[in-house]
């Protein structure tokens, strides 16, 4: 049997005996199935080796980003809050330097009162020693001009009758 035999045979018995034959194109009802189940397989084998392995990726990638952004908007969050808080304790401290510089200031307003008080005591005591010793220089002046007075009036009385 030769090539050209065994062709039309198996051309001839395939599939149903359902063939057309045109020269070099033979089409066999066994053709189109065969390419449709080739077709199956290499979509089948694509998906699997192919489309599955991205998609599985590009999900991955997604889920990956997805959870990059809920930790940056809980980092906002946090950070927000932490801000807050910071506004907070900074009020707080601007308020307990502001209340211990009006003690400071109160401190030393009555310092300053306390210093001026002691001042005027001392100065009124000055002028009460000084209007005393005034006083007693006053006396004794007056105690000299008497007795200079008397001394100036027997004198001159002395001189008037002799």
Known sequence: MDYEQIRS?????AW?????????LHVQLATPILVFFILLFMIFML???LFQPVLQTLDGRLKIIDESNKSV???KEEIAKLSQEYEEQLASARAEINQMYQAARQAAQERKDEILQQARKAGEEEIEKGRTALSEEIQQARKQLQN???DLAEHTTDRLLN
């Open 9 to 13: 045979i198996f051309i001839e018995n």
């Open 16 to 24: 149903l005996n359902v063939n057309m034959d045109y020269g070099l």
């Open 47 to 49: 998906n699997k080796l």
């Open 73 to 75: 908007s809980s980092t």
């Open 148 to 150: 200079a007075a008397q």
